[in-house]
């Protein structure tokens, strides 16, 4: 999600290993997270976004760029628009604070509980001003303190190319609602709690280290490195998380990632890195209904070297 306010900018990445940053890396001559499919005269883009840069991560890598000028029509996870509405913004802080009094500290262990106060203390947060917030926007918030520290605070992938695309008049859509993103952040950790909030802690410790280690298999497109790092630990870790954040949205995004809007209209699909890679993958879902794909490299593409089919 794409608002100036914590939640809003990080709805679908909570766990530092799936909420990614990109850090400077200069690999001119690497592949990028975009992948093209084909089948018969179709022709879809895929690209892996980060939902936070930092001002020298731009230029964005030249694949990028490519996939959309090519295309026609640029498909979003959500309305990125509507998503900025002060109204979607009330919406969502009412929503990420417990009723009737409840605490967080009722759904965590003790022991869970007291290693949450450590590490707000250890940064200076009024841990008892944010007891009422569930465990996501909790974390969401310790989880953006950490990347304003790093610098984090340019627009995304998702919303640069949003910007870009409004300005071209460019056909836009979304595979998801907003009240369907806004479901996600809000519940993700129920009923898991404790886990989740235990696993995200240990995750924001090493945050700075994991973010260079993200952002360099992000850039050069090393997909099995993104996919340990986004998926792989998260499926051992907290397999209901992955099941309601990764799984179950890849198939339900999948219709509409294939359905033809108009003959010989190509479209550039925007989401999370972390929906690209791994056995669930989106890209493993469209080969097996018979497309063709390949990652783009534009370097290979101006020598007219023979490309390598992605076969992750």
Partial sequence: MRVRTPAGTAARRLLVAI??????????????SVWRARKGGEVIYLGGTFHLL???????PTEFERAFDSSDLILFETDIAKLQEPATRSRLLARAIYENGDTID????????????????ANSIPLESMRRMRPSFLILTLTMM???RLGVTEEGVDQHFHSRAVKGKKMIGALETVEEQLDFLVTMADGNED????HSLRELKGAREEFGRLAGAWRSGDAAGLEELLTGRM?????ILYRRLISERNRAWLPG???????GQTSFVLVGAA????????IEALKKMGYGVEKLNIPDEKTGSQKTREGL
Avoid: M, N
């Fill in 19 to 32: 909420f990614l940053v990109l850090l400077s890396w200069s690999l001119a001559a690497a592949a990028s």
């Fill in 54 to 60: 930092r001002q020298v991560d731009y230029p964005l």
């Fill in 106 to 121: 009722r759904h965590l262990s003790p022991a869970t509980y007291a290693t949450l106060k450590e590490q707000c203390a």
């Fill in 146 to 148: 950490e990347l304003q």
């Fill in 195 to 198: 886990q989740f909030v235990r």
């Fill in 235 to 239: 499926k051992r870790e907290q397999p």
């Fill in 257 to 263: 990632i294939v359905a033809r809007r108009k003959p």
């Fill in 275 to 282: 929906h690209l890679v791994g056995e669930d993958r989106i």
